[in-house]
């Protein structure tokens, strides 16, 4: 049995997270410091800057983790049975209806209450 080990260089994840980091931080600041070139020039660059932030942190383990969390995400909506336009508007009417229903039993149950208590106290006639 001869079994491979990887092991993660865990100074050379952390370097690599940074440099990410320090790119990402470096196309803001700079996107924001240097108003002398036109808007998109300086989006265009800060796309840039996230574009490589982007495939720094791919490389690393924690990067790759956290892509594979978003592609199973993906798959997951992709799942979803969505209701059907008729079916959407049933359940629409039936939650207005019931919103309707317990609104009038809410206010009765307040005038009944309110009745009740303007009677024990003594302010009712």
């Known amino acids: ?5 990887e092991t993660v260089n865990v100074k050379l994840e952390m370097f690599k997270l940074a440099g990410a980091v320090a790119v990402l931080l ?25 574009g490589v932030a982007v495939i720094i942190s791919l490389q690393t383990e924690q990067g790759r983790a956290v892509w594979a969390f978003f592609s199973e995400a993906r798959t997951e909506v992709r799942k979803i049975v969505w209701p059907s ?21 809410m206010w009765g149950l307040d005038l009944v209450l309110g009745w009740a208590i303007r009677y024990l106290i003594g302010q009712g006639s």
């Not at 049995?1 to 080990?5: E, L, R």
């Open 85 to 105: 336009q008729q079916e959407s508007i049933q359940t629409t009417g039936w939650i207005i209806v019931c919103v309707i229903f317990f609104a009038i039993v």
């Open 1 to 5: 049995m001869n079994s491979k080990v």
């Open 26 to 50: 470096l196309g803001i600041v700079g996107f924001y410091l240097i108003p002398i070139a036109s808007v998109l020039l300086r989006v265009l660059a800060l796309l840039a800057c996230v």
